[in-house]
């Protein structure tokens, strides 16, 4: 591989093997059948368990672990020589979150503090201790394992998992450095409203981002390539600044490692469009686990399907994202998962040269409310997106491809590309923000918010008005309904949206929280749907509306020279998500359709549900479809696949183009039979079993 060992090493680690070690592993698993799984699975870079919490090379460095069955050997050691004997990226793993006993005796000020003043044992393993991830131990010790493992072996990058601490430390060195910042006490509540909280989230990340660049200057001492890279999963890509994180993140890890409970295949890959409506240009690695995921249970041991491993891995490659397993334990009790790992690396080998060159482009992109869920802790986010899962769902249903773009990123190049922009529930948007969408609004952008949408400034306060007042072309009326019930909304008048119904049917189910609205000044302002008014739910003789629907539920606007816009203040999109009423997914797509305005720029037409991907670049458009039609969709693990039949793909004609070959790039038979006509080209595929891409080549 050309590029090993320069500083654009990461741009070609696309498939990554990860190897977890456990302390027992050192003497007891099969350094050579590891190499052999590394080429067996079509690897193209490794990450390997270096040190932190567990030394698996003879560290030199005082209080640096050493794992209890290392004896003389380096397992670490030979895994780096293995993997770069076969062309591999390596990259070294290590885990600064926790330490022994000896280690909180001999540095007690490196243990964090808990709320009650007493130092922290871990939650999980209490014979351990949990490291301040703010002051000496970061600063002072981690830089010498740091500097160790780049000075003697043959690595890319150190890649540290849990660097970032676990929430506020009460220790000495926090409380000193904090008051240096703040002149303030430390916050003993998470509470985005306080001004200490919000000062401490700044302190914090001020810490964290210098301690970065300083572990990425003692790699790049030692290997000039070389990088340290932040585990930024998860909240952290959202909270950190973009600018730290384009110079010092060359990869990004979504640490989503696979589905538990009521969770979507499509999930995957929308984590990747969230990164990428951030970081549209970076490498995102989506970790995929071997096993069943599920932090209840914890089962690090298990091995999950093979057909739900390739789906989970390739709702990610769908959407762009380098694939990585990552296996825990250095034995191997069951293999089963080498083979689904093989395969889902082969598909993303394929799709990588087929869309070699290309971007992600799509007319709609959903708005990514990052500034509303950084004021949401980690563990509550699911609830939070719901609002966004539903949109998401339904524009899946209405096989309508979509990306996302951050609210932090809304900048008039990112958003030319785009013609609506969708914001399931963005609650929380600065005056700045507000103006963005507006001005892309007369641009002639198209916008359809829901929920609280800009109901709250950046920091979380509730405004008075939207601050999208005048592009919604509505008002705040009242406080916001919560917890209703027995809520309908009907038709009215005959607008095209009100064409979701279909006749006979002029009512139909309503949300369980709304914004009460009045219609601001100026033309253009429609109401294709009002609110009835609530009425009890017993007794059932009691269970009739009381009077006439004239609230307005859902309002649309047109204004010459503008784009379209529709302001639904209530919570269609987590409604939806929670029942799956029919009515609601018709409700979203025919109101992102209408935004839209024209037809789309790629139709695909079948009788399937599947989630679908548009690149686009080098004189090329590839349409990427995974069949997500199954009976575990929603739920895995997927135990086997329904392949699905006959689909159209239709792509309007790219401008001073006449013509096109097409192919279907999983599948690889003869060239499709292209019919051109009304500025558009389509082809047929035969059916699709997980997934397929086709690709026009025009002319
Ligand atoms: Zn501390």
């Known amino acids: 591989m050309a590029s090993l060992r320069t500083p654009d090493w990461h741009r070609s680690a696309t498939r990554w093997s990860q190897i977890t070690l456990v302390e027992d592993d050192p003497g007891s698993f099969d350094v050579d059948r590891w190499i052999g799984i590394f080429r067996e699975t079509g690897s193209n870079a490794a990450c390997i368990s270096a040190g932190g919490y567990v030394a698996y090379y003879p560290t030199e460095i005082p209080h640096h672990y050493r794992s209890r069955h290392l004896g003389g050997t380096d397992p670490f050691g030979a895994l780096v020589d293995g993997a770069r004997a076969h062309g591999l990226h390596v990259m070294a793993r290590i885990d600064p979150h926790a330490f022994h006993d000896d280690v909180a005796q001999a540095h007690p000020e490196w243990v964090s503090v808990g709320r009650d003043g007493a130092p922290r044992r871990h939650w999980a393993y209490p014979d351990a201790w949990v490291s301040c991830a703010y002051g000496p131990h970061s600063h002072g010790y981690i830089p010498l394992i740091v500097r160790e493992i780049a000075r003697n072996y043959d690595i890319d990058a150190i890649f540290a998992n849990r660097w970032q601490g676990h929430g506020v430390c009460y220790c000495a060195s926090c409380r000193a450095s904090f008051r240096d910042y703040a002149d303030a006490g430390l916050p003993m509540d998470e509470n985005p409203s306080d001004p200490v909280w919000r000062a401490w989230s700044a302190w914090r990340r001020r810490v964290l981002s210098n301690l970065v660049v300083e572990l990425d200057a003692v790699v790049k001492e030692e290997r000039p390539h070389a990088s340290f890279i932040p585990n930024m999963g998860g909240s952290s890509i959202m909270e950190f600044d973009t600018d730290l994180i384009n110079q010092q993140c060359p990869i990004l890890a979504i640490d ?53 491993l390739r ?73 939070a997106e719901t609002c966004d899962f539903g949109f998401y769902h339904a524009l899946v249903e209405a096989k309508l491809p979509f990306d996302y773009i951050s609210d932090r990123m809304l900048t008039p190049e990112r958003l030319a590309g785009y013609r609506v922009l969708v914001m399931p529930d963005v609650r929380c948007l600065s005056d700045a923000q507000c103006a963005a969408i507006d001005a892309f609004v007369r641009n002639g952008g198209s916008v359809v918010a829901a929920g609280q949408t800009a ?21 705040v009326a009242g406080p916001t309904e919560t917890g209703l019930k027995n809520t309908y909304l009907e038709t009215a008048g005959r607008h095209a949206l009100a064409a979701t119904l279909p006749e006979g049917a002029e009512r139909m ?37 009381r009077g006439p629907a004239t609230e307005p539920a859902v309002i649309a606007t047109e ?95 790219p401008e001073g183009r006449t013509g096109a070959t097409a192919r279907a790039v999983i599948d690889g038979g003869p060239e499709l039979a292209v019919t051109l006509g009304h500025g558009r080209a389509e082809v047929e595929i035969e059916g699709i079993a997980e997934m397929e891409v086709v690709r026009f080549d025009w002319r």
């Not at 601001?520 to 749907?529: K, Q, T």
């Open 455 to 475: 109901l709250y400034d950046e920091n979380g306060e509730r405004r008075a008005n939207f601050g999208l007042a005048d592009t919604f072309g509505t008002d």
């Open 256 to 308: 989503d490692q696979g589905r538990r409970g009521v969770n979507a295949i499509w999930r995957a890959g929308r984590n990747g469009k969230q990164v990428r409506g951030t970081f549209p240009d970076r490498n995102v690695i989506l970790i995929t686990s071997v096993g069943v995921e599920d932090r209840r249970y914890r089962w690090k041991d298990s091995v999950t399907t093979a057909p739900e």
């Open 559 to 653: 204004r010459p020279g503008c784009g379209r816009v529709v302001h639904i203040p209530w919570n269609l999109g987590s409604i939806f998500w929670d029942i799956l009423a029919q009515d609601h997914q018709q409700l979203i797509e025919t109101c992102v359709r209408w935004a839209l305005g024209k037809t789309p720029d790629v139709v695909v037409e079948g009788r399937s549900l599947v989630d679908l991907s548009v690149f686009e670049g080098d004189g090329a458009t590839a349409v990427g479809l995974q069949n997500l039609t199954n009976p575990m969709m929603l739920k895995g693990p997927i135990r086997d696949v329904y392949p699905v039949g006959r689909h159209r793909i239709s792509v309007a004609l």
């Open 509 to 545: 189910i309503g949300g369980s929280e709304r914004t009460p609205v009045s219609l601001g000044a100026g033309d253009g302002v429609e109401v294709p749907f009002c609110h009835l008014p609530a009425f009890p739910d017993l007794p059932m003789e009691e269970v009739y509306p």
């Open 311 to 383: 789906a989970w891995m390739g709702s990610g490659t769908l959407h762009g994202l380098s694939a990585w397993y990552t296996k825990f334990n250095g034995k191997i009790p069951d293999d089963r998962w080498i083979a689904p790992v093989r395969d889902g690396f082969a598909l993303h080998e394929r799709l990588e040269a087929a869309r070699a060159s290309m971007v992600s482009a799509t007319e709609i992109a959903i708005v990514e409310a990052s500034t509303t869920l950084n004021h949401i802790a980690w563990e509550n986010r699911d609830a």
